[in-house]
């Protein structure tokens, strides 16, 4: 819904003539699908162009985005186009990679971008957010994912100090339209409220841990870095980013034996560890290496890593759940499974 808020009044700017037809918007390759498809379905619609920064991935440094992002930005002005959006994840879903999002802000800002919306979905309860030094025009992010909360439950944050605020509106257009996007926003016709409701207990909650929330994080961070770390040790493989860029999830490479070469293929694999060793772990195709031209990354055995597993850990989670992740993939290597045994027959290989 925030998404949908702020994609609402991009097209507007576009359909009253604010914004003239060819203007960018910029988003990420990785950048979440349903925020790329309402990237598409409002501003792409009403006329605007989109450049993707195509970011590397397994990935090295925070240097290596911030040039990858660089690159992208010059593109997109190119010929004197307007950058009028860039929309940055702080966090991207899938790979999951911890973005140097305040740098990206600062230079977008230097660049003459004219707002910067921030998909921050798993960041509040992952990492620290000053939504003020991050200096973002546009701040979003859900509370049911790393924060305790149930579903529907997410913030929109807005600088006071911008004149765009008086001009947002809700989507579902209600009795309190034109009185201000939170009065539209409080009231939008029979939607049930009570998830909100849940926030203040889940605050009372994280507060009985050591640390608080921050206390939490810390030791997520920590013990997905270690499981990671036991992963990748056993498989042969490694982590698709430096700690420092991992949060609570981190990207663990999966045998190249394991032979995934599609989207489908890594769909199938989550599928069969679910239905087959009852484990449940989000998996990841990649078909970009570190640096454009280069091979892709092997494992010790010196077969390409073209897949990866998503980790996290959240406060209930132990090692043993982890170490059966581990024994899965050891058994399908151990058996000498490949990808090619679960396609259907006769159907070519698509991303």
């Known amino acids: 819904m925030a998404v949908a808020i702020i994609m609402q009044h991009v097209?507007?700017?576009?359909?009253?003539?604010?914004?003239?037809?060819?203007?960018?918007?910029?988003?990420?390759?990785?950048?979440?699908?349903?925020?790329?498809n309402s990237i598409h379905a409002y501003v792409v619609r009403a006329g605007?162009?989109?450049?993707?920064?195509?970011?590397?991935?397994?990935?090295?440094?925070?240097?290596?985005?911030?040039?990858?992002?660089?690159?992208?930005?010059?593109?997109a002005k190119a010929g004197g186009r307007s950058v009028r959006l860039?929309?940055?994840?702080?966090?991207?879903?899938?790979?999951?990679?911890?973005?140097?999002?305040?740098?990206?802000?600062t230079i977008?800002?230097?660049?003459?971008?004219?707002?910067?919306?921030?998909?921050?979905a798993h960041a509040i309860g992952l990492v620290p957010i000053d939504v003020r030094d991050l200096g973002a025009e546009f701040y979003t992010s859900n509370l049911h994912k790393w924060f305790f909360c149930p579903s529907a439950v997410?913030?929109?944050?807005?600088?006071k100090d911008d004149p765009i605020a008086s001009q947002l509106h809700h989507p579902i257009v209600s009795s309190e339209y034109g009185n201000g996007l939170p009065m539209?926003?409080?009231?939008?016709?029979?939607?049930?409220?009570?998830?909100?409701?849940?926030?203040?207990?889940?605050?009372?909650?994280?507060?009985?841990?050591?640390?608080?929330?921050?206390?939490?994080?810390?030791?997520n961070h920590d013990k997905v870095i270690e499981m990671g770390t036991m992963l990748a040790e056993a498989w042969g493989t490694f982590l698709g980013s430096p700690p420092e860029m991992c949060g609570s999830m981190a990207m663990v490479g999966l045998p190249g034996s394991l032979g995934i070469?599609?989207?489908?293929?890594?769909?199938?694999?989550?599928?069969?560890?679910?239905?087959?060793?009852?484990?449940?772990?989000?998996?990841?195709?990649?078909?970009?290496?570190?640096?454009?031209?280069?091979?892709?990354?092997?494992?010790?055995?010196?077969?390409?890593?073209?897949?990866?597993?998503r980790i996290s850990h959240q406060v209930y989670n132990v090692r043993e759940e982890y170490e059966a992740l581990r024994d899965a993939i050891h058994k399908l290597v151990l058996d000498g499974f490949s990808c090619s045994k679960l396609r259907p027959s006769g159907k070519v290989l698509s991303n």
């Open 86 to 105: 860039a929309v940055i994840d702080h966090i991207t879903s899938m790979p999951s990679v911890l973005l140097p999002v305040k740098e990206l802000v």
């Open 154 to 159: 997410a913030f929109l944050h807005i600088r």
């Open 11 to 36: 097209a507007w700017s576009f359909a009253e003539g604010t914004f003239a037809r060819g203007d960018v918007v910029l988003m990420l390759h990785y950048t979440y699908s349903s925020v790329k």
């Open 261 to 309: 070469e599609s989207n489908g293929d890594a769909m199938r694999v989550r599928d069969m560890l679910r239905n087959e060793f009852k484990v449940e772990v989000p998996t990841f195709h990649n078909s970009r290496s570190i640096e454009e031209g280069q091979e892709m990354a092997k494992d010790a055995k010196g077969d390409q890593v073209t897949g990866y597993v």
């Open 108 to 120: 977008c800002h230097e660049e003459g971008v004219d707002k910067v919306f921030v998909d921050g």
């Open 48 to 75: 605007a162009t989109i450049i993707e920064v195509l970011l590397p991935f397994p990935i090295a440094s925070p240097g290596a985005v911030v040039a990858e992002f660089r690159a992208a930005l010059a593109l």
């Open 184 to 219: 539209e926003s409080a009231w939008i016709g029979v939607r049930d409220y009570s998830a909100q409701l849940v926030v203040p207990d889940a605050i009372d909650f994280m507060s009985r841990f050591e640390g608080g929330i921050e206390g939490i994080s810390r030791r």
